[in-house]
């Protein structure tokens, strides 16, 4: 019966997303799995926009070990379990809004640089 009213499970899914935060913050300053190196890059000014796809990264070296992984994935499930409930809320399907999502994307072709 929890997760019935909408304040509840936008405030559940904000906390949810806090602690996902957290766990991937945890990574890189307790465990020290994940460094972060990130600086200003560079951008030259022929530099078309598939050029500037190959310039920018993630800033992430090293990978999740696998206790740090287990504990980002419990938390991005937590996530998911909050979105999907906020869906259900709203009379809104995962699947419509992947697919509305998958739209944009491939509207934009180029453009979404993924």
């Known amino acids: 019966m929890r997760h019935q009213s909408v304040l509840d499970i936008l405030s559940k899914s904000q906390e949810a997303n806090a602690r996902m935060n957290r766990a991937v913050t945890k990574a890189v300053t307790s465990c020290g799995c994940l460094r972060v190196h990130a600086e200003k890059k560079p951008f030259p000014k022929e530099a078309s926009l598939k050029d500037l796809k190959n310039l920018l990264d993630?800033?992430?070296?090293?990978e999740l070990c696998s206790n740090c992984r287990d504990i980002v994935i419990n938390e991005m499930g937590k996530?998911?379990?909050y979105l999907a409930a906020l869906c259900n809320t709203l009379?809104?399907?995962?699947?419509e809004v992947m697919e509305q999502e998958i739209k944009k994307i491939t509207t934009l072709g180029v453009f979404n640089l993924t």
């Open 58 to 62: 993630s800033h992430l070296q090293g």
């Open 79 to 81: 996530n998911l379990f």
């Open 91 to 95: 009379g809104i399907t995962l699947n």
